[in-house]
C-alpha cells in the first residue's frame, strides 16, 4: 500500500518543455494529418475501381464529412458531394412531364457526381432505410428514374439514368451497428471499413503534431493561438477528457469549443494556462447545479455519509452520477453497509433482489464472495448470512466498481472490525483479491472530497483506488493543492491485503491473532461450539440498542 504523492496522481508534462519552447515555429497540422490510418484507406478506395463503398466509423458531423470530402478533392480530379438529406428528389433527380410527354429533367446528386464520390451520414440511412436497397442497386451500377413531379404525365422518351458512384457512410458505432444489422453484407464484398480515431497516444515523437493540431484548430476557426502555458492546462483537461494521462483528445468539437470558450481571456493575443483555466471553471459552473444541489442533501442530513469517526459494516463507496440531458458526470460517496445474521452463508445482494442492481454489479458480488469464501479456505458453507446493500440509493446500481467496498463492509460485519469512515474506496475485485481498474475515477474522487471540505478536514480523510488506475487521474487543482498541504490523501493499491490494513488498522491475513480472517475464524468455530461471546440475556439486550 502506498499514499501517492502529489505528482503521481496528476499529469505531469514537463518531459514536453522543450518542444513547447519552440512552440511558434511548430506547423499547423490538420485532423486528417494525424489519421494515417484513415487516409490510408482512403487512398485505397480511390485506386480500387470495384470498391464501390467505403464506411468510416467515426463522429456523425457535418464537420468530419466536409473533412474527409476535401481530402477525397486532393486526392482524385473527380466531384466530391456531401448530402445532408436523403429526399429521393435530391438523390435521385426531378422532373416534369408537359401534356405532349415532353420532360425537363433537373439532375439530383448522384447524377452530379457521376464518376465522383458522395459522402452520406450514417444516421440518414437509418432514418430511411426503405431507400438503401435502392442506393445500394444504384452504385452497384443499376438504373433509375429520376422523382416524376408530375405523374399524371408519362414521359415519351426513355429518361432512365445511370450513374458511376462511389459512396462514403459516416457514422457512430452505434448507427453502424444498426446499418449492419439491416444489411448483413455492409462489410463484405468490396467494402471498405475504416476508423476516424478519437484520442492520439502521445510522446515526444509525437507531441509536435498534436501541437500542431491545436494550431490548425485555432487558424481554421480565427482564435488566438496557444502558448506554451496553455497547452500543458489544455493536455491536463485532454487527461481528463480521455480519462488517461497518456492519449490527447482528437474530437474536433470539443477542442474547438474549448479554445472559443478561451477566447475571450486571452492575454496578449495567446491563450495562457489562466485563460483556459477560466473558460473550464465557467463550463463547470453552468453545470454545477445537480452535483451542488446533492451535496446539499449531504450536508443537511438528508443523505448520510459520515467523513469522521468508526464504524461496523458500512464503508463509503464511490460512485459517479451520469443523468441524462446535463452535461458532465459527477462524482457521489455512497454508503455501503453490511449486516450479519445466522444463516446458511448466502450474501443477499439487496440491489439485486429489489431489481435495482445490474447484472455487472450482481457478477462483482459473486466474484466477491467467492474471493472472501476462498481467503477463509472453509471446509463448510459460512455459518453466517449477509445482507449487503447501498443505503438511500433510488435507482439502478451497475458495474463492479464498488466490489472492493462491500467486500470491506462484508469482512468488517464479519470479523466486528470497524471501518475508517474518513477514507472511501473504489475498485473492482477479482477471485484472487487483486484490485482492479474501473473508471470515473476523477468525479468520484472529486465527490469525495467535496463532501470532507464541507464537513471539515480531519487531515486523515483521503480515497483509496486500484494501483493500475493512477494513469487515469487528472484532478482539479483544489484537490491537487489539497493533496500538497496534506489535507487529503490518496492511496493506491493492487490487492485486498493492502487495502485492509488502512480501512480496518488490522491485517487481512496471517499468523497474527488480530488479524481479519482470524478474528473471523474465531468468530466462526465460536459458533460451531456454540460458544457465543455474550450470554443470552445480553444479546437480547443488544437487539435494543
Not at 475501381?49 to 486532393?74: F, T
Not at 448466502?346 to 466474484?367: F, P, T, Y
Request: charged content about 25%; proline content about 4%; aromatic content about 8%.
Amino acid at each position: 500500500m502506498i499514499q501517492e504523492q502529489w505528482q503521481a496522481v496528476t499529469p505531469q508534462y514537463n518531459e514536453y518543455n522543450e518542444i513547447l519552447s519552440k512552440i511558434d515555429t511548430i506547423e499547423p497540422k490538420s485532423l486528417l494529418d494525424l489519421q494515417t490510418r484513415l487516409t490510408e484507406t482512403v487512398e485505397s478506395f480511390v485506386a480500387i475501381a470495384s470498391a464501390k463503398l467505403l464506411v468510416i466509423n467515426g463522429p456523425d458531423n457535418p464537420l468530419y464529412r466536409n473533412l474527409i470530402a476535401e481530402y477525397l478533392k486532393q486526392q482524385t480530379n473527380s466531384e466530391v458531394l456531401v448530402s445532408e438529406t436523403l429526399d429521393s428528389d435530391d438523390l435521385l433527380g426531378r422532373m416534369s412531364v408537359d401534356k405532349s410527354g415532353k420532360a425537363t429533367v433537373s439532375e439530383g446528386l448522384l447524377k452530379k457526381a457521376n464518376g465522383g464520390y458522395l459522402i452520406l451520414s450514417a444516421n440518414l440511412l437509418l432514418a430511411k432505410p426503405f431507400f438503401w436497397p435502392k442506393l445500394k442497386a444504384i452504385f452497384n451500377g443499376n438504373t433509375y428514374q429520376p422523382i416524376n413531379l408530375t405523374p399524371k404525365n408519362l414521359p415519351n422518351e426513355n429518361v432512365e439514368q445511370k450513374s458511376d458512384v462511389k459512396l462514403v457512410v459516416l457514422g457512430d458505432r452505434d448507427q453502424l451497428a444498426e446499418l449492419d444489422y439491416f444489411d448483413a453484407e455492409l462489410h463484405r464484398g468490396m467494402s471498405l471499413f475504416t476508423e476516424l480515431e478519437g484520442e492520439l497516444c502521445i510522446n515526444k515523437n509525437n507531441a509536435t503534431n498534436f501541437i500542431g493540431y491545436l494550431h490548425w484548430i485555432s487558424a481554421q476557426n480565427h482564435q488566438p493561438l496557444l502558448d506554451a502555458s496553455g497547452v500543458k492546462r489544455l493536455m491536463v483537461a485532454g487527461a481528463r477528457y480521455t480519462e488517461d494521462q497518456n492519449y490527447m483528445p482528437l474530437d474536433l468539437i470539443w477542442l474547438r469549443s474549448l479554445l472559443a470558450e478561451a477566447a475571450p481571456f486571452a492575454i496578449d493575443s495567446k491563450l495562457t494556462e489562466a485563460s483556459l483555466e477560466q473558460a473550464l471553471s465557467k463550463r463547470y459552473s453552468r453545470a454545477s447545479y445537480l452535483p451542488e444541489r446533492a451535496l446539499s442533501d449531504i450536508l443537511e442530513g438528508q443523505v448520510i455519509i459520515e467523513t469522521r469517526g468508526e464504524r461496523i459494516g458500512q464503508v463509503n463507496g464511490l460512485t459517479v452520477i451520469d443523468i441524462p440531458g446535463h452535461p458532465l458526470p459527477y462524482g457521489e460517496p455512497a454508503r455501503i453497509s453490511c449486516v450479519i445474521h445466522f444463516g446458511d452463508g448466502d450474501i443477499s445482494d439487496v440491489e439485486r433482489k429489489a431489481e435495482l442492481g445490474g447484472n455487472l454489479h450482481a457478477k462483482g458480488m459473486m466474484i466477491m464472495q467467492a474471493f472472501v469464501s476462498s481467503a477463509l479456505k472453509l471446509d463448510e458453507p459460512l455459518p453466517y448470512s449477509a445482507s449487503v446493500v447501498f443505503e438511500q440509493s433510488y435507482s439502478e446500481v451497475d458495474g463492479d466498481s464498488a466490489s472492493l467496498a462491500e467486500l470491506v463492509s462484508f469482512v468488517s460485519a464479519l470479523s466486528e472490525y470497524p471501518i475508517n469512515q474518513q477514507i472511501a474506496v473504489t475498485g473492482a475485485v477479482d477471485q484472487f483479491g487483486r484490485v482492479q481498474a474501473v473508471g470515473g475515477l476523477n468525479e468520484k474522487i472529486e465527490g469525495f472530497y467535496k463532501v470532507c471540505k464541507h464537513n471539515g478536514f480531519t487531515g486523515q480523510q483521503g480515497v483509496i483506488l486500484p494501483k493500475s488506475n493512477l494513469h487515469n487521474l487528472a484532478l482539479s487543482n483544489e484537490v491537487v493543492d489539497s493533496l500538497k498541504s496534506g489535507e487529503f490523501h490518496i492511496w493506491s493499491v493492487e490487492t485486498v491485503d493492502d487495502a485492509i490494513p488502512i480501512l480496518l488498522g488490522k491485517p487481512f491475513r496471517g499468523e497474527d491473532e488480530d488479524s481479519v480472517i482470524a478474528k473471523i475464524a474465531q468468530r466462526i468455530e465460536n459458533f460451531e461450539r456454540h460458544e457465543q461471546p455474550d450470554g443470552i440475556v445480553e444479546r437480547i439486550k443488544n437487539w435494543f440498542v
